[in-house]
């Protein structure tokens, strides 16, 4: 198998270039004549993907699966990906948490975060709910370690400046009976 044929193993699974994330898809398309189908048949014969004959819904197109054997090829062959600095893992730990915050305003938000672990090591996470001086705006439910982190996350997550906040208040089960 060589490097073309191990990217249209990963691309048939959705994983990246190094084999990593989660297989969410079994299938590739392609057609005689086309670049690809060539290495895909040279993978079926090497027991790696299997074919059926295409239908109308593939446009009469081939259509490639990964077998259990392709898929240990991926991870066996798969390169490591390569060292990435601090500053790419911080935007990459952004991209992940996918949040409503621009990346300046997420570092700012870590930093709060961190500081407030740093000073309160013991202490975790608690529920706020946030309530907003206009009545459009639905109160917000999140974590935070203490209320003026709540209050500077919600103005954050709903754009707002902090003075638009009403009150920040903490979240206490209720007890039954």
């Not at 446009?59 to 392709?70: C, L, W």
Request: with cysteine.
């Amino acid at each position: 198998m060589d490097a073309k044929q191990l990217l249209i193993l990963q691309h048939s699974l959705g994983l990246d270039q190094y084999g990593r994330g989660e297989p969410y898809r079994n299938h590739f398309v392609t057609g005689e004549g086309s670049k690809d189908h060539a290495d895909c048949m040279a993978l079926v014969d090497l027991g790696l993907m299997t074919v059926r004959s295409g239908s109308a819904l593939s446009g009469g197109d081939d259509i490639f699966r990964v077998t259990n054997a392709g898929r240990a090829a991926v991870a066996a062959n798969s390169p490591e990906p390569p060292k990435i600095t601090r500053s790419q893992q911080r935007y990459l730990d952004y991209l992940e948490a996918d949040c409503c915050m621009s990346f300046g305003e997420w570092l700012k938000w870590k930093t709060r975060v961190a500081a407030a672990q740093g000073r309160h090591a013991m202490s975790k996470l608690l529920p706020f709910r946030v309530h907003f001086e206009d009545p459009e705006i639905a109160p917000l439910d999140l974590e935070a370690s203490d209320a003026e982190s709540a209050r500077q996350l919600a103005a954050t997550h709903r754009g707002v400046p902090a003075g638009a906040i009403h009150k920040v208040k903490i979240i206490r089960e209720k007890a039954n009976g």
